[in-house]
T-cell receptor
Framework: DAKTTQPNSMESNEEEPVHLPCNHS???????IHWYRQLPSQGPEYVIH???SNVNNRMASLAIAEDRKSSTLILHRATLRDAAVYYC?????????????FGGGTRVLVKP | NAGVTQTPKFQVLKTGQSMTLQCAQD?????MYWYRQDPGMGLRLIYY???????DKGEVPNGYNVSRLNKREFSLRLESAAPSQTSVYFC?????????????FGQGTRLTVV
């Protein structure tokens, strides 16, 4: 599976935006970029995904570089509830079962 | 709407004991997965089932077996538990059929082997 690289941790102040980078230089043309987050003591939950164009939903925005070798998850106004580990994942269409392969993720700390 | 339900939530086993972790989803999903998460680490795929009737090994299958009982249920069995299998186990499901679909996770089973 193609790999992603994320910073180990990031800090943000409450109500400020958070930009979480992800590098995926070996991405293939049909790989989807997925983001999940894991709150303390919970299972991962879906945040957003995209292929080529930038995407917005109620939780976050996903900005994808033109060459698709990197992407950025944007939390527009961080709240204390957004403190979690955020995983950037490439979902490979030809992989049987469309499995998700997790990396180490970025631990986000939100300061009040 | 329950989503993905795992039982039990907590379990303590002695080395050499066996147990089965249960997972059920009510979303009519085709694909189901079992992951383990060791402290401070990301999730690692143990086994997955792309569709009813099929199972395949993931990254760390040794010491585990799985059964896709029907479309709803996917169980994970530890035949002879070892301390190295102390971990949090997560079950997940997705519609399948495309890498654009999202996966849904259960709340996890925290297993300690002593």
């Amino acid at each position: 599976d193609a790999k992603t690289t994320q910073p180990n941790s990031m800090e943000s102040n409450e109500e400020e935006p958070v930009h979480l980078p992800c590098n995926h230089s070996t991405i293939s043309g049909t790989d989807y970029i997925h983001w999940y987050r894991q709150l303390p003591s919970q299972g991962p939950e879906y945040v957003i995904h995209g292929l080529t164009s930038n995407v917005n939903n109620r939780m976050a925005s996903l900005a994808i570089a033109e060459d698709r070798k990197s992407s950025t998850l944007i939390l527009h106004r961080a709240t204390l509830r957004d403190a979690a580990v955020y995983y950037c994942i490439l979902r490979v269409p030809k992989a049987a079962g469309n499995k998700l392969t997790f990396g180490g993720g970025t631990r986000v700390l939100v300061k009040p | 709407n329950a989503g993905v339900t795992q039982t039990p939530k907590f379990q303590v086993l002695k080395t050499g004991q066996s147990m089965t972790l249960q997972c059920a989803q009510d979303m009519n999903h085709n694909s189901m997965y079992w992951y383990r998460q060791d402290p401070g680490m990301g999730l690692r795929l143990i086994y997955y089932s792309a569709s009813e009737g099929t199972t395949d090994k993931g990254e760390v299958p040794n010491g585990y077996n799985v059964s896709r009982l029907n479309k709803r249920e996917f169980s994970l069995r530890l035949e002879s538990a070892a301390p190295s299998q102390t971990s949090v186990y997560f079950c997940a499901s997705s519609v399948g059929g495309g890498s654009y679909t999202e996966a849904f996770f259960g709340q996890g089973t925290r297993l300690t082997v002593v």
